[in-house]
């Protein structure tokens, strides 16, 4: 099963696996629908747990692999259409070092970012289904937890990124130095020539003080689930209904649909209701 930012996400695992033990069978379940998410060292069950934050791609930020070199337009990571598939390029392989490069990647950003705004996005819903204790609005908390990197100097900064367990010693200085050198250069003549970032939101990091937090290739929810017929009754692994079983929704094979699967709730849903109010 997958897992959605609205509601728990237990609810739909657990479904699945009822389904599973009643003999269902699942389809689709390897494609999901994802993005570049902030996720702080803080497990759950053995899971780490995503926060949706803000900023990403904003002026006065660029976004690095964990190398230190830049791999992507910042504006498509959080951006209207291409949020939902930049995931692939988080978590596409290096053929020739048979490696993960791009994950985690690193947001570094200027002092002005960190001061004016909550890095994690308080305001859309409880931050890591209440499990991530963020803290203070004005990031304190978190800096003091370690969540969020911060030096006085690039060469510092990527010196403690390699210090994480996350990187493992992958961050170059010298190459995260380069990197901010010509994205503030690029920033200022007013054109991204190596990935073509949206000019408006092109600005040379300003000051002395850098700031870093890991993304990685994570949320929202998998498009797959039980396998169902057009009733909406539960397939079994030969394609025969289970008896009396029925799943709509999220838990439930559906096509990609909008409003965070709220449609294949309510059309599904009254049929399936339909249907089962058939049976004895």
């Given at each position: 099963?997958?897992?959605?930012?609205?509601?728990?996400?237990?609810?739909?695992?657990?479904?699945?696996?009822?389904?599973?033990?009643?003999?269902?069978?699942?389809?689709?379940?390897?494609?999901?629908?994802?993005?570049m998410i902030w996720a702080p060292p803080v497990y759950h069950n053995g899971?780490?747990?995503?926060v949706t934050t803000v900023g990403v791609g904003a002026p006065g930020s660029f976004?690095?692999?964990?190398?230190?070199?830049?791999?992507?337009?910042?504006n498509k990571i959080m951006g209207g259409i291409t949020n939902n598939s930049?995931?692939?390029?988080?978590?596409?392989?290096?053929?020739?070092?048979?490696t993960y490069d791009n994950m985690p990647a690193w947001q570094i950003f200027e002092e002005e970012i960190f001061?004016?705004?909550?890095?994690?996005?308080?305001?859309?819903?409880?931050?890591?289904?209440?499990?991530?204790?963020?803290?203070?609005a004005d990031n304190s908390d978190a800096l003091k937890k370690g969540w969020v990197l911060k030096a006085d100097s690039i060469e510092e900064l990527a010196k403690k990124i390699a210090e994480t367990s996350v990187n493992k010693g992958r961050m170059n200085p010298q190459k995260l130095t380069e990197t901010l050198k010509r994205f503030n250069e690029m920033s200022t003549a007013g054109k991204d020539e190596d990935f073509g970032r949206n000019p408006k939101s092109l600005k040379p990091l300003e000051g002395t003080v850098f700031y870093a937090i890991p993304l990685f290739a994570g949320g929202s929810n998998t498009k797959g689930g039980l396998k169902t017929n057009a009733e909406h009754q539960v397939l079994?692994?030969?394609?025969k209904p289970i008896k009396g079983l029925y799943a709509a929704g999220e838990i439930a094979c559906g096509l990609n649909r909008g409003g965070a699967m709220l449609t294949d709730a309510l059309v599904f849903g009254q049929v399936t209701g339909k249907a089962a109010a058939t049976k004895k």
């Open positions: 099963g997958g897992f959605a930012f609205y509601g728990t996400p237990y609810n739909e695992g657990e479904g699945i696996r009822m389904g599973i033990k009643a003999g269902a069978a699942l389809s689709k379940v390897s494609t999901c629908a994802a993005r899971m780490r747990l995503g976004v690095v692999n964990a190398l230190g070199d830049r791999f992507i337009a910042e930049v995931y692939e390029k988080a978590a596409e392989q290096n053929l020739d070092t048979m001061k004016s705004r909550p890095l994690a996005n308080l305001t859309r819903s409880t931050v890591g289904y209440g499990f991530v204790d963020y803290g203070a079994d692994w030969d394609g």
